[in-house]
């Protein structure tokens, strides 16, 4: 396991925001067993997701695809899209990367 993989499994937040530059955001994820996170489309904004441990399934413009470590996706704007982890001990560490930003925080540079 390399240092970015456990820093997001030490990471038990729904969604914790490390980096907001003018361009992009770096988000890291973690999804309890079962919990999905959401039905959703950015009209304006590409996500890129990168699964740092655990199994789960991506939902993506009705697509529907098996994720696991080391899985990485990208959904393009305006693609409705989500993510649910399947049933296990752990759940599902992910990490996505919004570009523009698009999760409330203060801009950090």
């Given at each position: ?107 950090k540079e």
């Amino acid at each position: 396991m390399d240092q970015a993989d456990a820093h997001a499994r030490e990471n038990q937040e729904y969604e914790r925001v490390l980096v907001t530059t003018e361009h992009m955001q770096y988000v890291e994820m973690h999804l309890e067993p079962g919990q999905e996170m959401g039905r959703t489309t950015h009209p304006d904004t590409t996500r890129y997701f990168y699964v740092h441990a655990g199994q789960g399934v991506a939902r993506v413009d009705g697509r529907v695809f098996s994720v696991s470590t080391g899985s990485m996706f990208v959904v393009p704007a305006n693609l409705t899209h989500n993510v649910t982890a399947l049933s296990g001990a752990s759940g599902l560490w992910l990490h996505t990367t919004y570009a523009p930003p698009h999760a409330k925080e203060e801009r950090k540079e």
